[in-house]
């Protein structure tokens, strides 16, 4: 799968170690940054990987945080994205099985390295179920996004 990858300062020191997982399980990653600890805007690298996705040039992507809170919030701006901060292994594949997740935000200074492993495998490896009532609600969703996404 090819997976954006980005994240503020706050989520940088996991990013490291995602990326490395991700590579050794065979995905094609893009880094989108950022590349060092100093500090940043999280809105940026939200727009990055929305970018990303939206293009087409990720199948998905993973978004760091501080919290995993801010850039979730900045990523859910974008027409077409849904992202969601899953710190537990269920939510991470019923965000994808039922809601069609494609931005998994993680809060590096909430979980540990290991933790976020997991649960970027567990997100990649789900995939929406298709159900009639998980379509609708989504339709439901994108009704909002063209009425108020203005
Ligand atoms: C940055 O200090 C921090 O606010 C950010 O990483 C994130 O946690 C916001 O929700």
């Known amino acids: 799968m090819n997976v954006a990858v980005a994240s503020d300062h706050g989520g ?16 094609q990653v893009t880094d989108l940054g950022t590349h060092s600890a100093d500090a940043v805007d999280y809105p ?4 990055a990987v929305a970018e990303a996705v939206l293009a ?24 077409g ?4 901060t899953c710190h537990d292994v269920f939510s991470a ?3 994808v099985e039922d809601d069609d997740v494609n ?3 993680l809060g590096a ?3 540990g390295p290991e933790l976020a492993v997991d649960l970027v495998r567990t997100y990649l490896n789900a995939r ?10 989504l339709g439901k969703i994108a009704a909002f996004e063209a009425e108020f996404g203005k």
Do not use: M, T, W
Not at 44 to 47: F, L, S, T, V
Not at 61 to 73: E, F, K, N
């Open 128 to 137: 929406f179920s298709g159900a009639e009532r998980h379509c609708r609600r």
């Open 81 to 84: 994205i849904r992202a969601a």
């Open 93 to 95: 594949h019923q965000s």
């Open 103 to 105: 931005v998994l935000c």
């Open 44 to 47: 940026d690298y939200a727009r």
């Open 56 to 79: 087409g040039r990720a199948d998905r992507a993973v978004l760091l945080c501080g919290s995993g809170a801010g850039a979730c919030v900045a990523a859910n701006k974008f027409r």
């Open 12 to 27: 940088f020191p996991l990013k490291a170690r995602v990326i490395e997982d991700l590579r050794k399980s065979g995905h």
């Open 109 to 111: 200074r909430v979980i």
